[in-house]
């Protein structure tokens, strides 16, 4: 599943350290913009206690968990969309990745320099929101212009995209990203071969101090975040990165206990993981027997011998039927072979469509 999110945001803001806590993978992070240059890819576990829970009752010899990437990308500056401190590089590698995680500084420090000379989580958000649209504009207006010529010949596709494209210029020019239009689903498939920035879904992180990590209804920063985030219909999580970059350091009993002390069930960065995976629109089913307890990630709507095809090629080509019980229903009936006795195991074909929690046995031939 080669889906990724990119972290992105202003120098400064925090995005390098949140990167080394996700990954452990030493991203250079330094109090001075461009410490990052070219993007870090790292593969994150995502957390699920449903895994856990199905290792105690199947009792495996190893247990998989499901991964994806995130992406550090170097800070964007105002101006990046024309070039402006090695922004057309950072623009070029948010094209690459699949979802935004924007992390958005909302702490006070007189010893952290902020490019912009203070701290304003919203004016942070609209420089690169702008930047974003500004290239997006860009390149949809190069386009409309060849489009408008074929246009004129009654080409039937080409004036479906300039319509499409059209409604993308209104936009941009009053300043608000691609995923803001209306459009229908024929016109979301037009949009999909422009690969906007845009249009990519946004998840915003902000960024805050650890006095403020458990009292954020109090941050004004955060409140200001929030109520940004819902006009465009966004999700914001909170997190402190110091912090988080602490608790990656510890195992799984030493991480339990200091999340206990700072009064937390869940550390930030098992929070992040868990929405921008969601963001990406993915889901997880799972295999479970005597050899291992896996998850597996697939895109939301995906067919059985598609989810199969994840394992191996053959399972796809191969694809007969789909056994499939859901996690809940498993973990009532306490083992596989009781579910099997409760009617709670149900053979699924070609047409199915695999939901979240699913543990599936595939039978194939090829």
């Not at 993981?273 to 629109?281: E, M, P, S, T």
Request: hydrophobic content about 40%.
């Amino acid at each position: 599943m080669a889906l990724t999110t990119g972290i992105v945001g202003l120098p400064n803001v925090g995005k390098s350290t949140l990167f080394n806590a996700i990954t452990q993978a030493g991203a250079e992070s330094a109090n001075y913009p461009f410490c990052t240059i070219d993007p870090n890819v790292g593969i994150v576990e995502v957390p699920d206690h449903r895994l856990e829970k199905l290792t105690t009752l199947v009792k495996p010899k190893k247990t998989v968990p499901t991964a994806f990437e995130f992406t550090d990308i170097a800070g964007i500056v105002e101006g990046a969309s024309k070039g402006e401190g090695l922004g057309n590089k950072f623009l070029s590698h948010i094209r690459q990745v699949d979802a935004i995680s924007h992390v958005v500084r909302c702490f006070d420090d007189s010893d952290i320099t902020h490019v912009s000379g203070s701290v304003d989580p919203i004016r942070d958000i609209e420089v690169i929101n702008l930047e974003l649209i500004l290239a997006d504009l860009e390149s949809v207006e190069k386009r409309a212009v060849k489009t408008a010529k074929m246009a004129k010949t009654k080409d039937k596709e080409a004036m479906k995209e300039h319509a499409v494209l059209e409604k993308l210029l209104a936009a941009f020019e009053a300043e608000k990203p691609a995923r803001s239009v209306d459009l229908t689903k024929e016109e979301k498939e037009v949009v999909k071969s422009f690969q906007l920035l845009t249009m990519k879904p946004v998840l915003y992180v902000a960024n805050v101090s650890e006095e403020d990590l458990l009292s954020e209804e109090d941050n004004e920063h955060v409140k200001k975040v929030k109520e940004f985030a819902e006009k465009e219909g966004s999700e914001v999580i909170t997190v402190c990165a110091k912090i988080e970059e602490e608790i990656a350091e510890l195992d799984g009993d030493e991480k339990a206990e200091f999340l206990k002390e700072l009064g937390i069930e869940e550390s930030g960065l098992d929070k992040l993981i868990r929405v921008a995976y969601r963001l990406l629109g993915l889901e997880t089913y799972f295999t479970a027997g005597e050899q291992e307890v896996r998850a597996w990630t697939i895109p939301s709507g995906t067919k059985a011998p598609q989810a199969a095809g994840v394992i191996h090629s053959d399972f796809e080509r191969g694809f007969i039927r789909a056994e499939v019980v859901s996690y809940d229903d498993l973990v009532a009936a306490g083992s596989m072979t009781a579910a099997k006795e409760a009617g709670k195991v149900r053979l699924e074909g070609k047409d199915y469509i695999v939901q979240d929690g699913d543990v599936i046995y595939f039978r194939f031939n090829v």
